[in-house]
């Protein structure tokens, strides 16, 4: 049976080295509007992106934190993925709201070929404050909202063996009841 989604992430591999080509602005775009399919708690669309393609602020950025900052250098983009918590009653599912939809970004990077990876903010230090607080500051981005991570995008400078399905634990999957018969 084909598998296009599996075959997708069985490529989809971390990359933190990438080759100083420019990816076209209508790639980029595409990739966002991947994500603002991502869904949503309660369908409030709270989740919201900074797009930044200026190799000295991608710098900055990464200045904002700490440990693990460096590794968005080189990308030729980055996307802030921040979610509006101000809000109570939006704020609840901040957190898997935003890991969707970067997600979705990892997921449409590869799609185009283009190497990703996740670089964590929330809960991360930067040089005087939290490294939320710092890009925030940063980018201008008012109060209100929370950085949960970064996805540095860009033409893959590395090379990874992707998984096969002999890599995926199978026993890793529960069953309750009656088991799928799998098909040949």
């Not at 709270?46 to 440990?67: H, L, P, Q, Y």
Request: aromatic fraction near 8%; include cysteine.
């Amino acid at each position: 049976m084909e598998n296009k989604l599996l075959e997708l992430t069985l490529r989809r591999r971390s990359v933190r080295r990438y080759k100083n080509t420019k990816i076209d602005d209508n790639i980029i775009e595409e990739i966002m509007k991947v994500a603002l399919t991502a869904p949503t708690s309660f369908g409030h669309k709270a989740v919201e992106f900074v797009v930044v393609r200026d190799a000295d602020t991608i710098r900055n950025i990464g200045v904002c934190k700490s440990f693990g900052g460096s590794q968005i250098n080189g990308a030729d983009t980055v996307v802030v993925t921040m979610v509006k918590t101000a809000n109570q009653n939006q704020s609840e599912f901040w957190i898997e709201d935003g890991a969707i939809a970067s997600t979705y970004i990892l997921l449409a990077a590869e799609q185009y070929g283009l190497g990703a990876c996740w670089v964590h903010i929330r809960n991360r230090m930067g040089i005087q404050k939290t490294s939320d607080e710092e890009i925030r500051e940063l980018l201008g981005v008012p109060s209100g909202y929370t950085v949960l991570n970064l996805i540095a995008i860009g033409e893959k400078g590395e090379i990874k063996t992707p998984y096969t399905e002999n890599d995926l634990d199978m026993s890793l999957v529960h069953y309750f009841g009656v088991r799928p018969q799998r098909s040949n």
